[in-house]
Antibody, heavy 117, light 109 residues
Framework: EVQLVESGGGLVQPGGSLRLSCVVSEFTFSHYWMSWVRQAPGMGPEWVANIKEDGSDKYYMNSVRGRFTISRDNAKNSLFLQMNSLRVDDTAVYYC??????????WGRGTLVTVSS | QSALTQPPSASGSPGQSVTISCTGTSSDVGGYNLVSWFQQHPGTAPKFLIYGVNKRPSGVPDRFSGSKSGNTASLTVSGLQAEDEADYYCSSFAGSIYVFGTGTKVTVL
């Protein structure tokens, strides 16, 4: 069974940093684009970033470009999101998701990031 | 990039059909046949229902169908069942980025 398991969320002050991780299993990680998608409390999902199979291409939503960095380690079946200069409006559940056909077919359970003083 | 516009709510009785719209612009929905739809029950991750405007991933019942006209995409749920009560979100490719819809809560009466 395909699994994606996120970790690294928590409470951080505005301006702080967090590094999210996602470990996947039961599929060939290196064959897929991967994404981070977030969902603020009571709101809809919001695409954050994409990374190509080999990590050579990365794309970001406007509000996180320059603050967040997506990366991957195909040898360890792992996806990462380094989040710097965090703001209150970055508060959300962050999901790791497998990208296929310009959608996302498998999602993790998410990890909660709370930015508050 | 602005969120795609969906009606906040929709409802229908068991066995009936409900159609949800998703309106964007020529930069997203209208510019690409790359609209996806997701179903989300409370406390769970979104579930992939439709991709490429009208294609269903393996395992998704054919009660779920998608279409598009101009800058507006639509999801139709036919033969409503109690388990279809959920939030539904569209998303669209928008030229290297992706945008989601505002979401529609479907209630089965």
């Amino acid at each position: 069974e395909v699994q994606l398991v996120e970790s690294g969320g928590g409470l951080v002050q505005p301006g702080g940093s967090l590094r999210l991780s996602c470990v996947v299993s039961e599929f060939t990680f290196s064959h897929y684009w991967m994404s981070w998608v977030r969902q603020a409390p009571g709101m809809g999902p919001e695409w954050v970033a994409n990374i190509k199979e080999d990590g050579s291409d990365k794309y970001y939503m406007n509000s996180v470009r320059g603050r967040f960095t997506i990366s991957r380690d195909n040898a360890k079946n792992s996806l990462f999101l380094q989040m710097n200069s965090l703001r209150v409006d970055d508060t959300a559940v962050y999901y790791c998701a497998r990208a296929v056909n310009h959608g996302w077919d498998y999602w993790g359970r998410g990890t909660l990031v709370t930015v508050s003083s | 990039q602005s969120a795609l516009t969906q009606p906040p709510s929709a409802s229908g009785s068991p066995g009936q059909s409900v159609t949800i719209s998703c309106t964007g612009t020529s930069s997203d929905v209208g510019g690409y046949n790359l609209v996806s739809w997701f179903q989300q029950h409370p406390g769970t991750a979104p579930k992939f229902l439709i991709y490429g405007v009208n294609k269903r991933p393996s395992g998704v019942p054919d009660r779920f169908s998608g279409s598009k006209s101009g800058n507006t995409a639509s999801l139709t749920v036919s033969g409503l069942q109690a388990e279809d009560e959920a939030d539904y979100y569209c998303s669209s490719f928008a030229g290297s980025i992706y945008v989601f819809g505002t979401g529609t809560k479907v209630t089965v009466l």
